[in-house]
């Protein structure tokens, strides 16, 4: 966690999953699940503290136009708009919308879909209150991140929604049927079509990987000027930066393959 804490501010949300599985657990909580929490917490607030230290302020991404921290540049339509409805748009279905046609996403979307509705809560042990707390979990793990919550359909930026997709998913497992033939008809439909969607999305990056390195070959043979460089493609991004360490690799491995062919 402390890795973690040091890498992405997304990260500052870890010891709210722990809360969040602590309130909603049906056993009964331990010393050593409190001494663990504390520590969490305390930890956390510690690296809280150091960053507001370090970067005199927040810190995290900067707006282009204001030039203050992102994150101090909330708005609020887009705010209500990104946990009312983007983040659990992305969480229910993450499906990357421009990476492409696919017939077997869109019949894993036909399943995927079918067994959300099926579930309702049927036979799950589920009490209101749990329901109610392991969904305004999945939101309050948006907030360290709260400002990179509005993503578009092509999931770029989903990264801020590891932690939450923790509680989410826990939701999801307890809403399922717990016993019968469609408890499994559900859980293989919900799985299957993760595996689905993620395959899906995937090649949206190797298409922009593939772009990438064309690019990259293109911008060699005209003396490092290619004649368009974007930043994202599919879904996948590109060259928002790295250009000049590619071109030079790409011009090392020529050399080398000169080399080798004398």
């Excluded at 504390?38 to 204001?66: C, E, K, N, Q, W």
């Excluded at 799950?124 to 509005?150: E, F, T, W, Y």
């Excluded at 999305?201 to 043979?221: F, H, M, Y």
């Amino acid at each position: 966690m402390s890795l973690a804490l040091l890498s992405k501010e997304s990260a500052y949300a870890a010891p709210l999953i722990g809360i969040v599985l602590l309130v909603t657990s049906e056993k009964a909580a331990n010393k050593k699940v409190w001494a663990f929490a504390a520590l969490s917490i305390g930890l956390t607030a510690l690296f809280a503290v150091h960053r507001l230290l370090l970067f005199r302020g927040p810190g995290g991404y900067v707006d282009a136009l204001s030039g203050r921290p992102q994150i101090l540049s909330l708005n609020p339509i887009s705010t209500v708009k990104a946990l009312s409805a983007r983040v659990w748009e992305i969480l229910f279905l993450p499906l990357n919308w421009d990476a492409g046609e696919s017939w077997l996403a869109a019949a894993a979307l036909l399943v995927y879909v079918g067994s959300l509705l099926l579930i309702g809560g049927r036979s799950a042990q589920l009490s209101k209150r749990n329901l109610l707390l392991l969904a305004s979990g999945a939101v309050l793990l948006v907030l360290p991140a709260l400002h990179l919550a509005l993503i578009g359909e092509s999931l770029l930026g989903s990264r801020v929604l590891y932690f939450p997709s923790v509680a989410f998913c826990i939701l999801l497992a307890a809403c399922l049927p717990t016993r019968g033939t469609l408890a499994k008809m559900c859980l293989l439909g919900i799985v299957s079509g993760q595996c689905v969607f993620l395959a899906h999305n995937l090649s949206g990056w190797r298409s922009a990987s593939k772009l990438a390195d064309t690019i990259c070959e293109q911008g060699v043979s005209a003396g490092g000027s290619p004649p368009e460089i974007p930043t994202q493609f599919r879904g996948g991004y590109v060259f928002a930066n790295g250009y000049p360490e590619c071109l030079a690799m790409k011009r090392m491995l020529s050399g080398q393959a000169r080399k080798t062919a004398e």
